[in-house]
T-cell receptor
Framework: GEDVEQSLFLSVREGDSSVINCTYT??????LYWYKQEPGAGLQLLTY?????DMKQDQRLTVLLNKKDKHLSLRIADTQTGDSAIYFC??????????FGTGTRLQVFP | GAVVSQHPSWVICKSGTSVKIECRSL??????MFWYRQFPKQSLMLMAT?????????EQGVEKDKFLINHASLTLSTLTVTSAHPEDSSFYIC????????????FGAGTRLSVL
């Protein structure tokens, strides 16, 4: 079955860049997503990338997709304390369903 | 745009009672909505896919008589936890897929259910 994996924790200093990594198993994924979840809240869609793209940039966020290695990353430039949250990557393919990763808890310290 | 409202945000109930959670897409229509359950410090587990005007599709292991889903309009889906027990205590999150074509799900803020 489909599997999406992420590292559990990442700690960075304010102002540095954060890179959150994700690997997936389904090579037929059509869209890949990054969501942010703050404590006690729902998920906020940050960005998504179509599977025929290699990179997508949106302000401080850069998504890189290595389809050969089935590896997705999210880079946050100039990380701020407000970026502290859990980040989920997710994939979808031929159905509506999203398969979520385990989530990465990003902690930003001053 | 693409706002999903979920209500209530927190509910405490006695064991044996039923609780209804509402999920509304405020500025778009959604033929498909999804209900997830999230345990502390864990990822989201899809419970069921709610289709407007038809029966919901439940994931394996999810009791359909326990978790009743109704999707009566293009902007509203409800999840009713029937005869709730303490083990049903969890964070429930809904999402709605925009009809616009891309497979993008927009999420509600979640409902924390505590069953005493």
């Amino acid at each position: 079955g489909e599997d999406v994996e992420q590292s559990l924790f990442l700690s960075v200093r304010e102002g540095d860049s954060s890179v959150i990594n994700c690997t997936y198993t389904d090579s037929s994924s059509t869209y890949l997503y990054w969501y942010k979840q703050e404590p006690g809240a729902g998920l906020q869609l940050l960005t998504y990338i179509f599977s025929n793209m290699d990179m997508k940039q949106d302000q401080r966020l850069t998504v890189l997709l290595n389809k050969k290695d089935k590896h997705l990353s999210l880079r946050i430039a100039d990380t701020q304390t407000g970026d502290s949250a859990i980040y989920f990557c997710a994939e979808s393919y031929n159905t509506d369903k999203l398969i979520f990763g385990t989530g990465t808890r990003l902690q930003v310290f001053p | 745009g693409a706002v999903v409202s979920q209500h209530p945000s927190w509910v405490i109930c006695k064991s044996g009672t039923s609780v209804k959670i509402e999920c509304r897409s405020l500025d778009f229509q959604a033929t498909t909505m999804f209900w997830y359950r999230q345990f502390p410090k864990q990822s989201l587990m899809l419970m069921a896919t709610s289709n407007e005007g038809s029966k919901a599709t439940y994931e394996q292991g999810v009791e359909k008589d326990k978790f009743l889903i109704n999707h009566a309009s293009l902007t509203l889906s409800t999840l009713t936890v029937t005869s709730a027990h303490p083990e049903d205590s969890s964070f429930y999150i809904c999402s709605a897929r925009d009809l616009g074509g891309k497979n993008i799900q927009y999420f509600g803020a979640g409902t924390r259910l505590s069953v005493l």
